[in-house]
């Protein structure tokens, strides 16, 4: 089994961490293929960011899709995912739903940690189109922005701050760029923590060996 | 006044329709500019076809916005709007979100009328993202593909069961290629017909009018 | 064009600032009748006040109704709306409806700043009654009672703590006596904020100048 | 201890039979005050019966609060109820709330029967207002308006149809002129079906010995 | 009319309690039959105290279902409710969704006090199973367990707190044990505050004379 | 890695059949070990069935749960999965949530298909319970009972009006006793089809290998 990830951003760094995490959880069970964007933003940040990801993503779908079994999509936004369920016959996860319904069956209420303030309101919206506003118990992120993800010491009071004062029972790191960070997260706080590429794989080997992919009879048939 | 009417297909004779519309609204009050987007497909009905039409509408935005007071995307499935209302500073209004809100100001319940049986798990969607599924009592699509909007019977039919079986108080042409045909169901079945486009210049209008705009203090704000 | 404006309450004062705030919109494209109610309380903020504006609110509707396009009803509250959308066939907005569901379009959360702790609870409600308890960040109000609507920086204090705090994109005037605080908040915090009596002209203008108005098909229809 | 129902129409035939039902609900516990609404409509049928019964029903509060214990509002649309709640410190309980809420504790789903297809978005909304929708299976309603509710086989074969078509597993009286066709639907359907007025005075009848009514702290204390 | 209360735990100190308050509220009007529940925790806190104490419960429904009218559970979790239901033709009555459901007649939100921390996520899980988490302003515990609910002051703060920070206008008490401390509540703050055991009570002594019981057209038919 | 499979029922047949698909999916990954559960009915189709099984199925959890790494509950209606999950510290996972939540990422809206009518409520209250109430478009159950589950073209039948008729995306088999028929309906209907026994296994499995588990830091904790 192979399975292509794309990271919607063009950050090679981002793409190693994100490929490094995936190949932890792979083992010797499946391949990785792991790509950044051709033609995106360095980084995922804003709606404009999103829109200027997908055109290099609907290509890496079009060059790999013969030659993968699943694909992820690894932005918490899970951006252009409708397109990409749409454009191709192959199952599609999305990193940011994978980890949100995971998290739904590891506890009451789940917090989301993530980079930066502005991305509070999106991820709230998110969350609704999930149907997870009632599990959402808060949103955390610094008060000023910490897209490079380096800071484990920040991360891991805002997710202190969940646990303790929003009764967050499952921390979901919300960016890709915290991948790496749900170990050290777990074992300091005792809450299980849960980053999206895993959840996203966990979900896509399944599907792969299960053999059902993305309904093709209404919504996401492009030949309806 | 000039408002920018973006068809975020490239079809010139829906982009003429839509201006026709637009203009009959306009009327002295304000100039209207309506442009087809380049490089956008033919007619914009799947989630890849929403991704097509993107970098062509982010151009058109950044080409008029100097000269334009107001933006109105003119698919009724608002591809792309969040990126659009974040990166200029001018009001941004998609038309199916003025013609579904305004709808509910004008009767309990409305329908959405639209071309395509495929289209209608992506409206439902559509619609709870603007929280409206309690209100929305149907959608109402033709067994077979309509695109060419050129069957009037076919959607004054549509109409008619939606507010004799569904109960809908208000009827929502589903796009804007339907334009033109809210007068010719308003008459025939008494009941309000919104054409979005009509409905988006009203929101947008105002909103010039006022001197209100997207706000930037902090989701929508690319710079925060 | 002439639009009634009908404030629900006796107030001369709050009816001249109501009439000013609407004059200013209106400029030379329309007329506005704006007019207290006979027989009403002076001032509307409990439910008892409600009902006690009826009589007189619909007997203006009866007086004026041949000589106007559209009715405003001009209390935040929406009070007795919907036995007068019932009663006429012209269009009925309210400064309420209007301006929450014009602040969805504008940011993704918004907050009313209001005149009355204990009009906390009702406003929820109405947020609730429109589908917008999602996006209603919060309803911010003095400790004590500042109905007179004369402390500026009272008002300007809690609009900054709804947007710092709540994290709300859009300030929301809660009460018709706010009326002209909108251009204050919005230089001084940078954030869109909406007078609903502004906010129901856009409505009511374009309404008329469309031609749609309330639905009489079924629930709105005094005779069926 | 003894209980004002007020009728909030001035029907004196359906005062009369609202009466009935109570009375025979009261047996010897409590006594029973069932007033006509002075200067109300006939029938409250629309909005405007709503707001038209309420000076009369406010009347009729401060005409009897002094001498009963508890208040009953006998028209299923609960109009006016919050105002009343406000105005006195009785208890106050709505026949369309108690029957509705009842209706949960017994069965997965209910429907209400209603005498007129145009009550049924009002319906609706109200069944929102009280966060029942999710439960709320349907509305059925004659297509021609039976307000006479003399018809007994009309909805009886209403009833019958909620249950076997839409799974209703209760059923709800959507009229106070319905009063006393309980008994009838039940026995010969074999569902639990309620009559608002009995309801009403269940919870009312409680609220009294038990010692509590409605809060004051905040939204419904007139004077905070 | 006689009614058996089910006290979920094995407690004969809380049994009793609870036997006080109902007989307190009955009177003359019927004799009430209060039994711990054979086998069960001396305490329900936890999910696996609930499904322990279903065997005893069940069996004491068996017990006595020929010689009762109606049946309460007296624990705020309404533990294994919709089997009781089903069991039994005889109504059923669970203190924890009749005193909620009884709070949302008394005033916009209401609080639920309870005794530990733990409980608040599932108590926010019951309310939304009855669909209030609207309605549900908050849910108020101590810091440390306190199931003994011997520390007066201590509940009498944590409802302050929920009067004054929340904006409850109704206080619920969250455990059987805290049974008597309604009226103590009450009278200290001035706000309604509601036993469940009563609020049981109330419903099931009316369902009684009503002459109406869980419906066994479908879901609760265990015959089906 | 190990997996323990609690059939709730006591049935050999059914527990064959679930151990047979679990051991298709398992492959050479994991071990499966089916246990049916001692002192259960025969069949879960009851509330009462789901309490009469809680002793046995925490007494399989008591007696595997050193010797596996997870744990799976067999039947669609997730009986008694609350307390497994706080009673254990292994990741627990229930068929029913498991398949309607894997039917999200996969389509807009999915069915259920089920074995009998009186199913059908209570299946819609779990997925109220899930927050999956917009997107579970119908509940399809025969007229008679079939828990049988041996008419293949019946259930058959039932998908096809789903897909057809309800515009259901995706087929959840609503029990486990249709474990097997998953494939026969994809392959004639061309809809993905979910038997929620793999589907949960899909999410054991992969829980197990990323190392997380059942929150423990509130509600789910028995301690604390």
């Known amino acids: 089994m192979r399975i292509l990830i794309i990271n919607p951003n063009s950050d090679p760094k981002m793409t190693e961490a994100i490929r490094k995490s995936a190949v932890g959880f792979a083992g010797e069970r499946f391949e990785v293929v792991c790509e950044p964007t051709p033609g995106a933003p360095r980084f995922i940040e804003t709606y404009e960011d999103d829109v200027a990801a997908a055109p290099g993503m609907l290509q890496l779908v079009k060059d790999f899709e013969q030659e993968v079994d699943a694909i992820v999509v690894a932005c918490h936004g899970d951006p252009n995912i409708d397109a990409i369920k749409e454009t191709t016959t192959k199952p599609v996860v999305g990193i940011g739903e994978a980890s949100m319904k995971i998290a739904t069956m590891l506890g009451h209420g789940f917090s989301v ?27 955390r992120a610094p008060d000023s922005d910490a897209s490079d993800c380096e800071n484990e010491q920040l991360f891991l009071d805002l997710a202190r701050l969940a646990v303790e004062q929003d009764l ?57």
Not at 118 to 138: C, G, T
Not at 169 to 180: K, S
């Open 168 to 224: 967050a029972e499952v921390i979901v790191l919300g960016c890709a760029g915290l991948t790496g960070m749900d170990k050290l997260i777990q074992e300091k706080l005792g809450v299980p923590t849960l980053d999206g590429v895993v959840c996203a794989l966990i979900i896509a080997e399944g599907l792969v060996r299960y053999g059902v992919s993305t309904s093709k009879v209404l919504g996401f048939n492009p030949e309806w």
């Open 113 to 139: 940690v993530t980079t930066a303030k502005r991305s509070i309101p999106p991820k709230e919206v998110q969350a609704r189109k999930y149907h997870l506003q009632n599990l959402l118990v808060s949103v």
